[in-house]
């Protein structure tokens, strides 16, 4: 497949952006039960969501030069039965909404207990808001993997693992990003943020590993003799009915080199995971501003290698179809 | 239930590619748009076209055979490029099983080409929208056109036949009868579409001819020489007629 820069930058822009949220709600959640110092109500929850809401928009942005006609991109709710890009359509702004209520919850200060279960969990507003922020954006990270994971011969994209990697490499980036804004707020959560971040990112990385290990050894089921239906072992195709090419060559090849792919992969696996993991680990045991900073901004451009890898790295029966001009 | 279908016939087709421009001078000029052309006439052109000829060499020399494969949308009776479309723009047309995209709703997000296994959607780069084959839904039920040309462009364009169009949930349709008694198959069956367009294979005609069907054993005037036979061994010589 022909990656596209707008989908790679709203894939990993609202991956974050959701993993910095759920990051956030979770710090929240945890100090309901005093296993974290609560936290400034304004400098953290209400700029904090005003920064996921920052990420969510620019992915939003992004999509809409995905599309050939931007105008009429609200029909694309219509759907949710049948397709998921029409249910990530829809989750998307419900998401970015309920983030947007969740920070101006916090940034008016409307904070008072609605009621409390039992003595010690104070129950507000924010907090329901929260949970069901945080269920949307759970929705939105199955329903944007879905959008891949559901074409059933895309077969590098067929499978569990395309979600799982969408949901472990959005939460990564995202707790890592907590830590580099706890670092610069000054607040005292940078450890706990750190080391969550550490251990998403490590399991991100067997994940991902893992459909890397998978993709490897696929065996693709269309072959030339099934696309065209001629039982021979060597078929050769001659002219593909176009001399200039054609949206089929655009849209579904990347045209780089096996060894480019190569370098490609050892390059996001080593700016996702190996640099980040260092910083990250650097950052547990020294103080210090730059430390989850560089992590969260390493780990972010090698996302973007990592989203153009996985759309490239799939093939697409029809390819079968284009193997030679004439 | 109907369902409207090609049924081309790989051993017929000569990959003259009259189906491709008859498709195109139509399709290009009809109330839906033109099937948009870029650089047509420089360096690198492109277009969009709703059918194509390809060619692919089978064998190795001297035992080789071209195959002339025309492509086009294949019509699925369980199409997946369909279910996917976030709009609805694309459907398929309850009453014939015609794949058809509403351009007046696509947002040319381009996801059902990624759904089709074949290809078979093209965007128009200048419509920016996801444009297919019709079956040529402005000509098939025109009632202004006289019978016999009430079908796809490229059926009529066809100089020898190979196109055939009918419904192939009609057993005794023409399309039907040629996909039972001629071998007729879908292409890619692995992933369940059920492609509504068959193909018909190269078919060779050959005559068995054994080596005692050579010697003319019963020539009652004995111009060639009787094949030794062992002794007392029957012949067809020795049948009363």
């Known amino acids: ?326 | 239930m109907t369902q409207l279908a090609l049924v081309i016939d790989l051993n017929v087709c000569v990959g003259c590619h009259a189906c491709v421009t008859s498709c195109k001078e139509w399709n290009t000029s009809g109330w839906a748009g033109p099937l948009s052309d870029l650089r047509p006439y420089d360096a690198d052109p492109s277009g969009t076209f709703f059918n194509r000829v390809q060619t692919f060499e089978v064998g190795e020399f001297p035992n080789t055979e071209t195959v002339h494969f025309p492509k086009s949308c294949l019509h699925c009776e369980d199409p997946p490029c369909v279910p996917v479309c976030p709009t609805g723009a694309s459907y398929k047309r309850e009453e014939d099983g015609i794949v058809l995209v509403d351009y007046d709703k696509c947002i040319g997000c381009k996801y059902c080409s990624w759904a089709c296994p074949y290809g078979a959607r093209e965007l128009d780069e200048r419509q920016r929208v996801m444009k297919k084959c019709t079956l040529c839904v402005d000509r098939i039920a025109e009632p202004t056109l006289p019978p016999e040309e009430r079908r796809p462009a490229c059926v009529l364009a066809c100089p020898t036949s190979a196109r055939l169009f009918g419904d192939i949930h009609d057993p005794n349709s023409e399309v039907s009868v040629a996909i039972r008694e001629q071998g007729g198959y879908q292409l890619m069956p692995e992933w369940g579409t059920n492609p509504a367009n068959h193909y018909l294979p190269r078919r060779k005609t050959r005559i068995r001819i054994h080596e005692d069907e050579l010697l003319r054993a019963d020539n009652p005037l004995h111009k060639e020489e009787l094949p030794e036979l062992p002794e007392g061994a029957e012949t067809l010589d020795d049948v009363a007629w």
């Open chain 1, 1 to 326: 497949m022909h990656p596209a820069l707008s989908v790679i930058f709203l894939t990993t822009l609202i991956g974050a952006g959701q993993g910095f949220f759920l990051a956030l709600y979770t710090g929240q959640v945890y100090s309901l039960g005093n296993l974290l110092p609560a936290q400034s109500s304004l400098t953290f929850y209400a700029y904090g969501s005003l920064i996921a809401l920052a990420l969510l928009a620019g992915g939003l942005l992004a999509s809409f030069f995905h599309l050939g006609h931007p105008e009429r991109a609200w029909r694309a709710a219509s759907q949710w039965r049948t397709s998921w890009l029409s249910r990530e359509v829809i989750i998307l702004p419900l998401f970015m909404g309920l983030v947007l209520v969740y920070g101006a919850l916090h940034y008016f200060g409307l904070t008072r207990p609605v009621f409390r279960l039992g003595q010690a969990v104070v129950v507000d507003l924010s907090l329901l808001v929260g949970g069901l922020a945080s269920a949307a954006a759970f929705l939105l990270y199955l329903s944007t993997a879905m959008i891949y994971a559901s074409l059933r011969f895309l077969q590098e994209w067929y499978s569990p693992l395309t979600v799982a990697n969408y949901t472990l490499l959005g939460l990564a980036s995202g707790f890592t990003l907590a830590a580099a804004f706890c670092a610069w707020s000054g607040s005292e959560l940078v450890l706990f943020y750190t080391s969550e971040a550490l251990l998403l990112t490590l399991i991100a990385f067997l994940v991902r590993g893992l459909s890397l290990l998978r993709n490897r050894r696929i065996r693709h089921k269309s072959t030339l003799q099934t696309a065209i239906g001629v039982r021979h072992t060597r078929i050769e195709q001659k002219a593909q009915g176009a001399m200039g090419g054609s949206f089929n060559t655009r849209e579904f090849f990347h045209g780089r080199s096996r060894a480019a792919m190569r370098t490609l992969k050892y390059l996001f696996l080593v700016l996702v995971f190996g640099l980040p993991l260092l910083l990250l680990g650097a950052g547990l045991a020294v103080d210090s501003l730059w430390l989850p900073a560089a992590a969260f901004l390493i780990q972010y451009a090698g996302l973007l290698l990592e989203r153009f890898y996985f759309f490239a790295d799939s093939r697409h029966p029809q390819n079968l179809y284009y193997q030679y001009i004439s």
